[in-house]
């Protein structure tokens, strides 16, 4: 038996204006295991393919007339379960940076405006700073999808999600030993 999908029409909100991106992420934080969205638009919402597709759902859109859209957000296997963000296995969710094998960051690095490689370069040397088990917090532009290759292969763990003003938070722990207490 399948999950219904989770209704959400933002068309009044871009109708006054506004911009319904948090409104939109808050609602995939509130999605069932399994379930999906169906979104109502003024526009094909293109930019959001990727970011909902980084999350592991699957796009559908069509026109439904009056130059307003229906998309179908479908999770596909990834994303009806809990997503696993590092080559430890460490399961993501929460805010990222809580929990118990996860210390408060001892610093917060913006790299929202900076032109790559430089976020990635300025992450890797704030990471590499840290004793082994300390975490640093990093705000980027976008999902850092490289830079996770990177830590993977250096032996580092991270968690992190889209905030609600659109850009990529990700709280990394650096590897080589135990968790800092």
Do not use: C
Not at 60 to 82: K, L, Y
Not at 151 to 160: A, D
């Amino acid at each position: 038996m399948s999950v219904p999908h989770y209704d959400l029409d933002v068309r009044p909100i871009l109708r006054s204006g506004g911009e319904p991106f948090s409104v939109i992420m808050e609602a995939v934080g509130k999605l069932a295991p399994g379930q999906g969205l169906r979104l109502l638009a003024t526009f094909k919402p293109v930019p959001l393919f990727h970011a909902l597709g980084a999350r592991g759902f699957e796009s559908s859109a069509r026109e439904i007339g009056g130059g307003d859209w229906e998309v179908i957000f479908a999770p596909t296997g990834a994303a009806a379960q809990p997503p696993v963000n590092s080559a430890a296995g460490q399961q993501g969710g929460g805010r990222p940076g809580t929990g118990s094998a996860w210390p408060e960051p001892v610093s917060e690095m913006d790299n929202r405006d900076l032109e790559p490689p430089e976020p990635m370069v300025r992450t890797l040397e704030g990471v590499e700073a840290l004793a082994p088990g300390q975490t640093i917090a990093v705000l980027l532009p976008r999902e850092p999808v490289f830079l996770f290759e990177e830590l993977r292969s250096r032996g580092h763990v991270w968690r992190g999600g889209f905030e609600p003003e659109g850009h990529y938070r990700a709280v990394i722990r650096r590897g080589g030993g135990e968790p800092a207490s």
